[in-house]
Nanobody
Framework: QVQLVESGGGLVQTGESLRLSCVASGGTFGYYAMAWFRQAPGKQREFVGAISRGGTVRSYGDSVQNRFTISRINDKRTVYLQMNRLKPEDTAAYYC????????????????????WGQGTQVTVSS
């Protein structure tokens, strides 16, 4: 069983940056593909970014491409989401997720692939 704890959310202004962190406990972190999703009130869950087990493959949602960067340090059991040039439409609860069935090089965009989820951290971007 994997437990995921996100941190780093907060209130920022348009154009500023934030870095989210997600620390995993339990299981073998290096075996999991990791991802970030977000959900705003009244909206569907949205894929933000994913990273493969070894960190060599990354994928991003269209709305965050070229602004957000996902990374991981397996020795620290941590995945990060660096968010730059934030916009009010980035306001949402951000969730970290782990896929323990991922093969090497896989970084799925589908939330159904992820078995373990954190409780989320709120990001609010004011205009």
């Amino acid at each position: 069983q994997v437990q995921l704890v996100e941190s780093g959310g907060g209130l920022v202004q348009t154009g500023e940056s934030l870095r989210l962190s997600c620390v995993a406990s339990g299981g073998t972190f290096g075996y999991y593909a990791m991802a970030w999703f977000r959900q705003a009130p009244g909206k569907q869950r949205e894929f933000v970014g994913a990273i493969s087990r070894g960190g060599t493959v990354r994928s991003y949602g269209d709305s965050v491409q070229n602004r957000f960067t996902i990374s991981r340090i397996n020795d620290k059991r941590t995945v990060y989401l660096q968010m730059n040039r934030l916009k009010p439409e980035d306001t949402a609860a951000y969730y970290c997720a782990a896929d323990d069935n991922a093969v090497a090089g896989e970084a799925s965009r589908r939330h159904e692939e992820y078995e373990f989820w954190g409780q989320g951290t709120q990001v609010t971007v004011s205009s």
